[in-house]
């Protein structure tokens, strides 16, 4: 398969040859990479595909001579030509020393990298334009004042709107997308030769992606340099990669020009993977492909779960004139206070029983806000929510006490990353008895049992309950935080963005399993996320929250082939599709964020006075945040 890579009348940058890498695990080797063969051309792109697990990060910590102490490359060659010395031979980097001169002037120097979770990878202590302008004079001795300018100047470059101010924020003053324009100005201050990117928009939302996504091309026709890209988004590959290899369990399945990886796949693992991604041309009950099934029981759930009062036409949870606002903080000791940051703002929805409603919009419109004032995470500054639970009407936001306690049997939540919502320090048999013991459901023989069932109806092995968090992976762990919201039994689980960090496989894995148990088990979903693909798998119905306010809803099959309100229009063209046929108009993209309400029809805008606007109601179930003045035919033209 390796031996299909297209010849190119381009020079390769990068050529790695029978790449072997292995991990000394108790004084045994065991091999990670097994003989990988591809080639970076010049000024090109190209992209390396796989699941979690198959060797893909390894091999970039290979190039950039960064692998772990216990790896060690066992085997082949890692090729870089320098443009700057194309009269010279090319370097090997696997038979450089990793902590050798030669392997730290070029990386970061000729060779720049991305890193997949820019928070992590970024100082807290240090300011955004120290740690650029130290990449920068780690390579080049240039002095302070030409460094500063040098570095305001790429902060301008990759987006920043005042890179003066930038240069002394620190990175959690950043959002998601400004933090990854940061490591892209670091990457590039040196201007490389060779760009790695490794799960560059893994993180952002979709409008954030596509900027990020067309500031990459734009920068390496600028600099013109080479792109290795790493990622399980097929859809981000369609619109950026010239080539692609398909990497499981170490080894090259396919590879060779996007155009024939996406039109004449050949592979079977490469075909699995593309019916795995959800798409807007899916039909009605047609399921996702998962690479492997988990084998799931949910029986034993369903014969023991109590049976539901009818409740009639009334729905479960009713949310109206929800409000938060986040205080304001000075900003010192005599420091001016900030204004306050309205976060959710007069919030007005119903979820019918059995139903999932989908809750979408970038990142910071308050989506988790919502979410968090409805579970009684957080106080609300006004509004009510009310929770039918078939006999009588709850107000949440009044519960106190034993009340409230009882209560959050009736609603649970799958939260985002199942790392950290998970204790390090418990079994998972603790963990799931742990909401068991706090209700006093049932005797600790009862608890077991119980928590070996709800271990099967989420395809685990009961024999895994003596483990902890740390030795599964992220889609198992991702299981265990659904089992858990299952333990009692409840009516609504609100899932926020429960399947963002899995790759395709495992997503389509637990989307199904998530259908499957709203089938069997009756539940209702409040389903959370930015991905507009996932939520018209798994939605009934879906609502487009922007700046704390729904500004549009209806059903997923109206809203998604006739979306009414800019915003929403905005979201849609923003989302990366894997197909060739259907690529993203990056022009479109570029500016203002698509929740800039200049960016909006006039006829969806407040003006600066929120009370303007209206919900109207376009028929079929959608409604549109508008002035009310608009023409109802005209607004409903919007929609055409």
């Given at each position: 398969?390796?031996?299909?890579?297209?010849?190119?009348?381009?020079?390769?940058?990068?050529?790695?040859?029978?790449?072997?890498?292995?991990?000394?695990?108790?004084?045994?080797?065991?091999?990670?990479?097994?003989?990988?063969?591809?080639?970076?051309?010049?000024?090109?792109?190209?992209?390396?595909?796989?699941?979690?697990?198959?060797?893909?990060?390894?091999?970039?910590?290979?190039?950039?001579?960064?692998?772990?102490?216990?790896?060690?490359?066992?085997?082949?060659?890692?090729?870089?030509?320098?443009?700057?010395?194309?009269?010279?031979?090319?370097?090997?980097?696997?038979?450089?020393?990793?902590?050798?001169?030669?392997?730290?002037?070029?990386?970061?120097?000729?060779?720049?990298?991305?890193?997949?979770?820019?928070?992590?990878?970024?100082?807290?202590?240090?300011?955004?334009?120290?740690?650029?302008e130290e990449a920068l004079r780690l390579h080049r001795p240039v002095p302070?004042?030409?460094?500063?300018?040098?570095?305001?100047?790429?902060?301008?470059?990759?987006?920043?709107?005042?890179?003066?101010?930038?240069?002394?924020?620190?990175?959690?003053?950043?959002?998601?997308?400004?933090?990854?324009?940061?490591?892209?100005?670091?990457?590039?201050?040196?201007?490389?030769?060779?760009?790695?990117?490794?799960?560059?928009?893994?993180?952002?939302?979709?409008?954030?992606?596509?900027?990020?996504?067309?500031?990459?091309?734009?920068?390496?026709?600028?600099?013109?340099?080479?792109?290795?890209?790493?990622?399980?988004?097929?859809?981000?590959?369609?619109?950026?990669?010239?080539?692609?290899?398909?990497?499981?369990?170490?080894?090259?399945?396919?590879?060779?020009?996007?155009?024939?990886?996406?039109?004449?796949?050949?592979?079977?693992?490469?075909?699995?993977?593309?019916?795995?991604?959800?798409?807007?041309?899916?039909k009605p009950n047609e399921r996702l492909v998962a690479l492997r099934d988990?084998?799931?029981?949910?029986?034993?759930?369903?014969?023991?779960?109590?049976?539901?009062?009818?409740?009639?036409?009334?729905?479960?949870?009713?949310?109206?004139?929800?409000?938060?606002?986040?205080?304001?903080?000075?900003?010192?000791?005599?420091?001016?206070?900030?204004?306050?940051?309205?976060?959710?703002?007069?919030?007005?929805?119903?979820?019918?029983?059995?139903?999932?409603?989908?809750?979408?919009?970038?990142?910071?419109?308050?989506?988790?806000?919502?979410?968090?004032?409805?579970?009684?995470?957080?106080?609300?500054?006004?509004?009510?929510?009310?929770?039918?639970?078939?006999?009588?009407?709850?107000?949440?936001?009044?519960?106190?006490?034993?009340?409230?306690?009882?209560?959050?049997?009736?609603?649970?939540?799958?939260?985002?990353?199942?790392?950290?919502?998970?204790?390090?320090?418990?079994?998972?048999?603790?963990?799931?008895?742990?909401?068991?013991?706090?209700?006093?459901?049932?005797?600790?023989?009862?608890?077991?049992?119980?928590?070996?069932?709800?271990?099967?109806?989420?395809?685990?092995?009961?024999?895994?309950?003596?483990?902890?968090?740390?030795?599964?992976?992220?889609?198992?762990?991702?299981?265990?935080?659904?089992?858990?919201?299952?333990?009692?039994?409840?009516?609504?689980?609100?899932?926020?963005?429960?399947?963002?960090?899995?790759?395709?496989?495992?997503?389509?894995?637990?989307?199904?399993?998530?259908?499957?148990?709203?089938?069997?088990?009756?539940?209702?979903?409040?389903?959370?996320?930015?991905?507009?693909?996932?939520?018209?798998?798994?939605?009934?119905?879906?609502?487009?929250?922007?700046?704390?306010?729904?500004?549009?809803?209806?059903?997923?099959?109206?809203?998604?082939?006739?979306?009414?309100?800019?915003?929403?229009?905005?979201?849609?063209?923003?989302?990366?599709?894997?197909?060739?046929?259907?690529?993203?108009?990056?022009?479109?993209?570029?500016?203002?964020?698509?929740?800039?309400?200049?960016?909006?029809?006039?006829?969806?805008?407040?003006?600066?006075?929120?009370?303007?606007?209206?919900?109207?109601?376009?028929?079929?179930?959608?409604?549109?945040?508008?002035?009310?003045?608009?023409?109802?035919?005209?607004?409903?033209?919007?929609?055409?």
């Amino acid at each position: 398969m390796t031996e299909n890579i297209l010849q190119s009348a381009k020079p390769d940058i990068l050529r790695v040859d029978n790449l072997k890498v292995a991990f000394r695990l108790q004084d045994r080797p065991i091999e990670v990479v097994k003989g990988v063969s591809f080639r970076v051309p010049a000024g090109k792109t190209v992209a390396l595909v796989g699941e979690s697990g198959s060797g893909k990060t390894v091999i970039s910590q290979a190039i950039m001579g960064l692998l772990p102490k216990a790896g060690s490359v066992t085997g082949g060659q890692i090729l870089f030509s320098d443009p700057k010395k194309a009269s010279e031979p090319p370097v090997d980097i696997a038979l450089m020393p990793r902590d050798g001169s030669a392997i730290r002037h070029l990386r970061g120097g000729r060779i720049g990298m991305i890193f997949q979770e820019p928070m992590s990878s970024l100082s807290p202590v240090h300011t955004i334009g120290n740690q650029i302008e130290e990449a920068l004079r780690l390579h080049r001795p240039v002095p302070h004042g030409e460094a500063r300018n040098m570095t305001e100047h790429m902060l301008g470059l990759v987006g920043f709107k005042n890179p003066a101010r930038a240069y002394s924020m620190y990175s959690f003053e950043l959002s998601g997308g400004l933090r990854q324009r940061a490591m892209l100005a670091m990457a590039l201050i040196c201007r490389p030769a060779l760009l790695i990117a490794d799960e560059p928009t893994t993180a952002l939302d979709v409008t954030i992606q596509a900027q990020v996504l067309n500031l990459m091309r734009e920068l390496q026709t600028e600099f013109g340099m080479a792109i290795l890209m790493i990622t399980h988004d097929l859809g981000v590959v369609a619109n950026m990669a010239d080539e692609v290899v398909v990497v499981y369990h170490g080894e090259v399945m396919e590879a060779g020009a996007a155009d024939d990886i996406f039109r004449r796949p050949g592979h079977p693992y490469l075909r699995a993977l593309l019916k795995a991604v959800p798409h807007f041309d899916m039909k009605p009950n047609e399921r996702l492909v998962a690479l492997r099934d988990a084998q799931e029981d949910i029986s034993p759930l369903v014969s023991t779960r109590p049976p539901r009062p009818e409740s009639g036409n009334e729905p479960l949870l009713s949310v109206r004139n929800l409000r938060k606002v986040y205080g304001s903080r000075s900003s010192g000791l005599f420091g001016k206070a900030a204004e306050p940051v309205v976060a959710v703002d007069d919030v007005s929805f119903d979820i019918m029983r059995g139903e999932c409603l989908g809750l979408v919009g970038e990142s910071g419109c308050g989506k988790t806000s919502v979410s968090k004032l409805i579970m009684r995470a957080m106080k609300a500054d006004g509004g009510s929510v009310t929770f039918n639970d078939g006999t009588k009407a709850i107000d949440v936001l009044k519960l106190r006490g034993r009340a409230e306690r009882d209560f959050r049997q009736h609603v649970q939540m799958i939260f985002q990353d199942p790392v950290s919502s998970l204790s390090p320090r418990m079994t998972v048999l603790n963990i799931l008895c742990e909401p068991l013991e706090i209700h006093g459901m049932g005797n600790h023989d009862e608890q077991v049992r119980r928590v070996g069932d709800l271990m099967s109806a989420v395809g685990l092995d009961r024999r895994f309950l003596n483990r902890y968090p740390h030795s599964f992976s992220g889609g198992q762990r991702q299981r265990i935080g659904i089992a858990r919201a299952l333990a009692l039994n409840p009516d609504l689980i609100i899932c926020d963005e429960p399947v963002s960090a899995l790759d395709v496989s495992v997503q389509a894995q637990v989307l199904n399993l998530l259908k499957d148990l709203q089938r069997e088990l009756g539940l209702t979903y409040l389903f959370i996320s930015h991905n507009l693909a996932v939520v018209d798998y798994v939605a009934d119905r879906i609502a487009v929250l922007a700046h704390g306010r729904i500004v549009e809803i209806a059903p997923r099959d109206v809203l998604f082939r006739q979306p009414a309100h800019s915003y929403t229009k905005a979201l849609l063209a923003a989302v990366p599709f894997p197909d060739l046929d259907r690529p993203l108009d990056f022009g479109s993209l570029k500016g203002k964020s698509a929740s800039d309400p200049a960016r909006w029809a006039p006829a969806f805008r407040d003006n600066g006075r929120p009370e303007t606007l209206k919900p109207i109601d376009l028929g079929n179930g959608h409604i549109v945040l508008a002035q009310p003045n608009v023409d109802f035919r005209e607004l409903a033209q919007c929609v055409a």
